[in-house]
């Protein structure tokens, strides 16, 4: 596509709800990350894929978090039993490899 | 551990005058350098990066910074503000050869009058 694509854009869940958030990178593009974004902070690494394998994960904050890209396109984050703090900006971004990441307009999670 | 300062969590200018957003980083290793801009609505874009090589470094839209080791900064600037340039900035550090697991500053909010 032209762009990276993140969806929704917008999800409101319940407390220990189970979300997903899908990205679609740049056709062609290798790498996808995943970022996070809280209210008032920059975005911080959470992961990273080359084709479909995960390079680094060190960003998960725990393991109620974890991301796939099992053909090599698209992604999902998911996050289980969702807790307050998970509230943030999810930002996806892809990129040619070692090269510059382009960034999605994110997705921002809400959980009540 | 790599950490990135930006000074000022909003700045004000008026329209032709000098943009001037500071960034401080501390990191073990040499490191590389990045600026990204974020309009409203819309995603992050880089405006310019500093890797290896010259010290001034000429982004998109008239942007450019100077990495400056000795003082571990990498302060952005603009001769002239436009209202284009309203938008959030940020200012990221990554290790030496690696250009993904960027560590971002908290952001700076820049707002241009008329």
């Known amino acids: 596509g032209a762009g990276v694509s993140q969806s929704p854009r917008y999800k409101v869940t319940k407390r220990g709800q189970d979300v997903a958030l899908r990205c679609d990178p740049i056709?062609?593009?290798?790498?996808l990350y995943w970022y996070r974004q809280a209210l008032g902070q920059g975005p911080e690494f959470l992961t990273y894929?080359?084709?479909?394998?995960?390079?680094?994960k060190s960003g998960l904050p725990n393991d109620r978090f974890s991301a796939e890209r099992p053909e090599g396109s698209i992604s999902t984050l998911t996050i289980q039993r969702t807790e307050q703090r998970d509230s943030a900006m999810y930002r996806c971004?892809?990129?040619?490899?070692?090269?510059?990441?382009?960034f999605g307009e994110g997705s921002r999670l809400t959980v009540l | 551990a790599q950490s990135v300062t930006q000074l000022g969590s909003h700045v004000s200018v008026s329209e032709g005058a000098l943009v001037l957003l500071r960034c401080n980083y501390s990191?073990?290793?040499?490191?590389?350098l990045f600026w990204y801009v974020q309009y409203p609505n819309q995603g992050l874009q880089l405006l310019l990066k500093y890797t290896t090589g010259a010290t001034l470094v000429k982004g998109i839209n008239g942007f450019e910074a100077e990495f400056k080791k000795s003082e571990t900064s990498f302060h952005l600037t603009k001769p002239s503000a436009h209202m284009s340039d309203a938008a959030e900035y940020f200012c990221a550090v990554s290790e030496w050869g690696s250009n993904y697991k960027l560590t971002f500053g908290k952001g700076t909010l820049l707002t241009v009058n008329p």
């Open positions: 056709s062609g593009h290798v790498s």
């Open positions: 894929f080359n084709y479909e394998a995960q390079q680094d």
């Open positions: 990191s073990s290793v040499p490191p590389y």
């Open positions: 971004a892809s990129s040619s490899k070692d090269r510059e990441l382009f």
